[in-house]
């Protein structure tokens, strides 16, 4: 560190891009300052509120980015942690920052690696955001454990020629990436390994990566576990082993709950109220639903209210349903849900037409996160006492469809 000493700043945020400066810049700073993880690639009002709410008082990485947030930037919070931040799950207002440490990281990384073992002679291929833990863990530390060489993805724009120019033999992606690089039959002869997570992949995806020889492993994480809690091992990727130090319990209303681990955050940054609601006694309430059988553990839906797509980005519903309420009437008894494919349900009782309102709400959102189907209920939606929709309960496979 003698011909490259630290800076004096105590929270730095790092545009943390996949290129080797990036990432040594990331490592150089790990458990000496604390670093916030940015996507470049989000939008500047998004950035500005990560970069507010974490007090960072220095920007790394993209030098022409940072300029439009010296005014954003807090010199005179006091900093004692050398932890490492990762936003998840919302919109910009309900995004949480997770306070995770080189140790939970390194330990996810191990963990997932003992059970899914790579060689010193793989070429591992990183294309996903390394401000995601899933990209940040599974993309980037999980093969440097093994000594296998990680070539760093040159971008979105030169996806059509990544896979043919480094000829990987392994690589983690997201459902809608896989789906695209199978659609257009880019993936190259040598990739025998693929491990996909942050969403659930269409089982047309996972016959196609199949009949190419390539074996598939599904992972199932949060950014509160630093990444991994299960894998599948076996022949079907969708059922699940569960990593080492962990304990999985299914609650009585089918929630995942986790038990134990050095993986698990130290919270959410200045949240102690939404830290507690999740993480209690050494158990975290994932929000996720699942069952176990003989083991392995199965995904079988969300309880939380939090969509999860397949391109990995996420949509925080409270926030979604306030937004269309002001297109429908003011009594509308309604649900946003997520179907198998991953699109997004409306469930409204009261049999009344709202295609229109809900083709003009719809202008207003990316088209991954657009409502596409209507199921018009004939009852009241199940709530609890304090009126809040119990989702879990509602099977959108009933009443009448209408496909938008």
């Known amino acids: 560190m003698e011909h490259f000493p630290l800076p004096d700043s105590r929270c730095i945020g790092v545009f943390a891009s996949t290129t080797p400066e990036s990432i040594l810049t990331i490592f150089a700073l790990a458990g000496r300052r604390r670093i916030v993880l940015l996507n470049p690639d989000d939008p500047i009002e998004k950035l500005r509120m990560q970069i507010r709410a974490t007090h960072v008082d220095m920007l790394l990485g993209d030098e022409e980015l940072a300029k439009e947030f010296e005014g954003d930037l807090d010199h005179d919070h006091l900093r004692e942690e050398n932890d490492i931040l990762f936003f998840t799950s919302g919109t910009t207002s309900k995004a949480k ?7 939970s990281l390194c330990s996810a990384a191990y963990n997932g690696g003992s059970m899914l073992l790579l060689r010193p002679e793989d070429r591992f291929l990183s294309v996903l955001p390394l401000s995601h833990v899933f990209g940040f863990v599974c993309a980037l530390l999980w093969p440097l454990s093994f000594g296998a060489c990680v070539c760093l993805g040159r971008g979105l ?3 059509f020629f990544d896979f043919d120019f480094f000829r990987p033999t392994v690589a983690s992606l997201v459902p809608q990436m896989a789906a695209f690089l199978c659609a257009k039959n880019l993936l190259n002869e040598e990739l025998y390994l693929v491990l996909i997570g942050a969403g659930d992949c269409d089982d047309s995806v996972l016959q196609a990566l199949q009949e190419k020889g390539i074996r598939v492993s599904f992972g199932y994480g949060l950014t509160e576990t630093s990444s991994g809690i299960a894998l ?11 990593c080492p130090d ?10 995942i709950l986790v038990h134990g681990g050095p993986t698990f955050m130290k919270g959410y940054y200045g949240d102690e109220i939404n830290t507690r609601s999740v993480l209690s006694k050494g158990v975290l309430h994932t929000g996720d639903l699942g069952r176990l059988e003989t083991g392995l553990l199965y995904l079988t839906g969300r309880k939380k209210e ?26 509308a008894d309604f649900a946003i849900m997520q179907g198998k494919r991953g699109e997004v349900v409306l469930y409204i009782h009261k049999p009344v037409d709202v ?6 709400f719809n202008t207003h959102y990316p088209r991954s996160q657009q409502i596409t189907r209507i199921i018009y209920a004939d ?22 469809n209408h496909e938008s």
């Open 355 to 360: 295609e229109k309102q809900v083709a003009d």
């Open 246 to 255: 962990y304990r999985i319990e299914i609650a009585n209303d089918g929630e």
């Open 157 to 159: 724009q030169n996806i």
């Open 97 to 103: 920052a997770v306070v995770l440490t080189e140790e």
């Open 306 to 331: 939090i969509l999860v797509f397949n391109d990995g980005s996420k949509l925080f519903i409270p926030e979604f349903e306030a937004d269309l309420r002001e297109y429908l009437t003011p009594d």
């Open 232 to 242: 599948s091992v076996g022949m079907n990727p969708r059922a699940m082993s569960i």
């Open 379 to 400: 009852k009241p939606l199940p709530r609890t006492q304090t009126n809040k929709v119990q989702r879990y309960l509602i099977n959108i496979h009933e009443g009448a």
